[in-house]
């Protein structure tokens, strides 16, 4: 069955740093979605991307962040200056394009900032 | 804005016994509904669905729940539970958005332990 993969799995990074996240949903999916769990928190929306822009984004989806699908089979979240808040397991995930078609996640990358 | 509560934060039950996790929504048009599964380590697997039609819906793993309009609920059963079951659980609730999917709104999660 196919899956979404992210990379790394684990990534420690200093504040003030820039990482990026890297994730391949599945190929034939339409819809991307970047979700975040702090440790002991629920786990929380932060953007969909669909046909190469931006649909949806949280509060939390501030100025410090941004994705980018730059080819036909990835998809990122950058960081540009992490904070100490910014640790967390983020999770990407992808959907097809059918009324309601649920969304497959990844295994998640746990970010944490030193 | 759509909600999900799961009051049980952590449940305890032997193998081989019943389990049902509790899950209340507040949404104000008909919710898409899900309960995904997520073992240590892994990412979130989803469980089962619920749209439209049949209110109780079967899932993966033996899993079923059943969508109670009147009580606001989407309760996850299993009528007997092996230790492999031992996992974090979480209810979330749909809002389909054009061309933005279906955004995702997730309880808190329930930890399920098994005892032997």
């Known amino acids: 069955e196919p899956e979404v993969t992210q990379t790394p799995s684990h990534q420690v990074t200093q504040m003030g740093q820039e990482v990026i996240l890297r994730c391949v949903p599945i190929?034939?999916?339409?819809?991307f979605y970047w979700y975040r769990q702090i440790l002991g928190q629920k786990v929380e929306f932060l953007v969909s991307?669909?046909?190469?822009?931006?649909?949806?984004k949280s509060e939390i989806f501030d100025d410090q962040f941004s994705v980018e699908r730059p080819d036909g089979s990835n998809f990122t979240l950058k960081i540009r200056s992490t904070k100490l808040e910014d640790s967390a397991m983020y999770f990407c995930?992808?959907?097809?394009?059918?009324?309601?078609?649920?969304?497959?996640f990844g295994n998640g990358t746990r970010l944490t900032v030193t | 804005a759509q909600s999900v509560t799961q009051p049980d934060i952590h449940i305890t039950v032997s193998e081989g016994a019943s389990l049902e996790l509790r899950c209340n929504y507040s949404?104000?048009?008909?919710?898409?509904l899900f309960w995904y599964v997520q073992s240590p380590g892994q990412g979130l697997q989803l469980l089962l669905k619920?749209?439209?039609?049949?209110?109780l819906v079967q899932g993966i793993k033996g899993f079923e729940a059943e969508f109670k309009r009147s009580q606001s609920s989407f309760n996850l059963r299993k009528p007997s539970v092996h230790w492999s079951d031992a996992a974090e659980y979480f209810c979330a609730v749909g809002a389909i958005i054009r061309g933005a999917g279906n955004m995702l709104t997730f309880g808190g999660g329930t930890r399920l332990m098994v005892k032997p």
């Open positions: 995930a992808s959907s097809g394009d059918s009324l309601g078609s649920p969304l497959h």
């Open positions: 619920y749209f439209s039609g049949d209110t």
């Open positions: 949404y104000g048009a008909t919710p898409y």
């Open positions: 991307f669909y046909n190469n822009e931006i649909s949806e």
């Open positions: 190929s034939n999916h339409l819809y």
